[in-house]
C-alpha cells in the first residue's frame, strides 16, 4: 500500500463516528420519546441483592408509576422500588455519568425502551448490582 493511500484511510477513519454505549442510548431514548406514551403498562422483574420480589405489572398514567402488582397473587409494591421507561433510561444515563465499572443495556430494537439493564457501579463491592429486565412488551393503555 502506497504512503497516499495509507494516509488516506487513516484519515476517513478519523472522520467515522465512533458508536458508544451513550450514543446508543440517546438513540433508543429518542425513539422512545417520538411515540409520546405517558400511559402505558410492563411487565418487570427486579435484578437485586434486596427483599426479593417476585414478578410485577407496572402501571404508568400522565408519565408516573401509579400502581405495581405482583403478577401471580395482584399483591401491591412500593413504586418507589420500581421506575417508567423513562425512569430506565435515567437510571443507564446516570450509571453512564457516574463511570459505574459495568453496565449492561439491552433495547428494543423497534420501540427504543430497555429491555434488561445490569449494572454494577463498583468492581469491589458486593451486593450493589442491580437491574431490571422487561417479560414482555410495554402495553400502551387506552384513554
Sequence with gaps: MTRVRLITLVL????????????DLAKYRALWEA????????DVVRNCFCWPIADVRVTV???????VAELASEVAHDPELF???????????????RDAHEVQVDFNSSRG????IWIDYVE????????????????????
Design 35 to 42: 411515540q409520546n406514551l405517558t400511559d402505558y403498562t410492563f
Design 83 to 97: 421506575r417508567t421507561i423513562d425512569g430506565l433510561f435515567d437510571l443507564v444515563q446516570d450509571a453512564y455519568d
Design 113 to 116: 425502551y430497555p429491555t434488561r
Design 12 to 23: 476517513l477513519s478519523a472522520c467515522v463516528s465512533p458508536t458508544t454505549p451513550e450514543n
Design 124 to 143: 469491589m463491592m458486593q451486593d450493589e448490582e442491580m437491574g431490571f429486565t422487561l417479560l414482555g412488551d410495554v402495553i400502551a393503555l387506552e384513554s
Design 61 to 67: 398514567k400522565g408519565g408516573v408509576i401509579t400502581g
